[in-house]
């Protein structure tokens, strides 16, 4: 059996920034229990060393994952368990204070991966309602303390602002100038050549609501991610996928059965291929109704897809699944006419 290649581990289902793209602050997940536990983190683990895991770790999945109190465990339970795997951060930065910094980069840290969404503390407070002034200092003092250290953990930066989400995602101007230069300006001379700052113009749909009116044609976003990547659940479920953030479609828990063979279990297999096959009464909630899919017809459209896109594809060296084709938002904010990496 094959283990994945990359695992997004829902330390934290709470988040304390209320993003205006992000239904996780504002909306919440009402998973029980919020935090996960690090007892799931070392079963996790084990089945991953025994089947050679060496991919890419996700700590920040689907909430904010310094808000849980036992995360210093959990990082330090996969570290010591996994040293090869890529460990990987997404993090909303507001607690990410000193003491959290140096101990992820002692842990080997591979990547830290963030949002700095508006240049002013209008415009940033705009798009996540939180401290524009502890966030910004919580970046700067990760960046000093990893280049002092002169540590290999990567930093990228996506950039997000209010006007770009409402172009974007609705097609109008927002209350706020887009201030995305200015933003990648600002942290542009405190990166390093390897470090990317890129600007995010593709949006998941997920803050429209899943009663929408959603054709059978459209195809699901994520199914070039499902042979390879896979979700924990704070109470140890695996899930199928990070846009269903309430985990509605989840199997079972990592405790009871090894990850691995979950990962490869027929239920997970027969689910998948009624989703690349688009059997949506067969898959039911939420993809009968999932708004993203909206998105992968448009790029479909625009790209002149055949009736079935390939799924096939590299893997990004961040741990995200990168094909030509995929119309995921995040991988598209990736692609190079996005990204002003440091080093162009
Ligand atoms: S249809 Fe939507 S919710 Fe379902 S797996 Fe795809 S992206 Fe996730």
């Given amino acids: 059996m094959k283990p994945p290649t990359f695992v997004g ?10 993003c205006v793209y992000c239904p996780i602050g504002s909306q ?43 995360w210093p465990e959990i990082v330090r339970v996969l570290r010591k368990s996994l040293p090869e795997a890529r460990l990987v951060i997404h993090s909303n930065m507001y607690l990410m204070e000193a003491p959290a ?29 939180l401290s524009y002034a502890k966030v910004e ?48 300006e600002k942290w542009r001379g405190h990166l390093r050549h390897d470090d990317a700052i890129q600007v995010n113009t593709g949006f998941w749909r997920w803050m429209n609501p899943y009663s929408q009116d959603c054709s059978s044609e459209l195809l699901c976003p994520m199914a070039g991610r499902f042979d390879t990547d896979c979700f924990v659940a704070t109470d140890g479920a695996l899930y ?16 009871e059965k090894s990850l691995t063979s979950v990962f490869n279990g027929e239920s997970r297999r027969l689910l998948v291929d009624s989703i690349r096959k688009r059997v949506w009464q067969k898959v039911g909630f939420p993809c009968d109704s999932c708004p993203s899919r909206q998105e992968v017809l448009e790029v479909q459209m625009e790209r002149g897809w055949a009736e079935t896109p390939p799924w096939e594809g590299t893997r990004h060296p961040l741990g995200l699944h990168q094909t030509d084709d995929s119309p ?17």
């Fill in 137 to 184: 200092r919580n970046v700067r003092n990760f960046i000093r303390i990893r280049n002092h250290a002169g540590h290999p953990c990567r930093i990228v930066i996506a950039v997000s602002t209010l006007a770009n989400f409402m172009a974007n995602a609705y097609g109008i101007s927002g209350p706020c100038a887009d201030d995305s230069a200015q933003v990648i």
């Fill in 28 to 70: 919440g997940t009402g998973i029980s229990p919020p935090f996960m536990e690090p007892s799931i983190a070392v079963a996790a683990a084990h089945d991953l060393r025994e089947n050679r895991f060496d991919g890419y770790l996700n700590i920040g999945e689907n909430g904010e994952p310094l808000l849980n109190p036992k």
């Fill in 328 to 344: 995921s938002t995040s991988l598209r904010a990736l692609l190079p006419e996005h990204t002003a990496y440091l080093s162009m």
């Fill in 9 to 18: 581990f829902m330390v934290s289902a709470r988040c304390n920034a209320k």
């Fill in 101 to 129: 910094a140096r101990l992820l980069l002692k842990n080997g840290l591979f990547a830290l991966i963030l949002n700095f969404d508006g240049a002013t503390p209008r415009s940033y407070g705009a798009v996540r309602r």
């Fill in 240 to 255: 199928l996928c990070c846009l269903d953030y309430r985990t509605h479609i989840r199997f079972e828990r990592v405790q």
